[in-house]
């Protein structure tokens, strides 16, 4: 069983900046793959970034530029660096453990 903490959610005006984190427990982080997602008010949870166990990482279309996914595997955390932020932005922030475990999610809202 995996455990997954996500923390750095917040309140923030357009323009801004925030850092959420993931620490995750198990000894198998460093071979897994991780990701984020969002799920904005009254829509679908949507993929954000992911990150291989090499580091290869991706990001969606909409965050390109201003996201950024990082992991420490020391620290058994993966990172989502948020800047520019909009207010689309608004979601519940959600951590993903190899496709298959789901952190609690963490609410990121934005004011313009």
């Known amino acids: 069983q995996v455990q997954l903490v996500e923390s750095g959610g917040g309140l923030v005006q357009a323009g801004g900046s925030l850092r959420l984190s993931c620490a995750a427990s198990?000894?198998?982080?460093?071979?897994?793959?991780m990701a984020w997602y969002r799920q904005p008010p009254g829509k679908q949870r949507e993929l954000v970034a992911t990150i291989t166990s090499g580091g290869s990482s991706n990001v969606a279309d909409s965050v390109k530029g201003r996201f950024t996914i990082s992991r420490d595997n020391a620290k058994n955390t993966v990172y989502l660096q948020m800047n520019s932020l909009k207010p689309e932005d608004t979601a519940v922030y959600y951590c993903?453990?190899?496709?298959?475990?789901w952190g609690q999610g963490t609410q990121v809202t934005v004011s313009s």
């Open positions: 198990g000894s198998i982080f460093s071979i897994s793959t």
């Open positions: 993903r453990f190899n496709y298959a475990y």
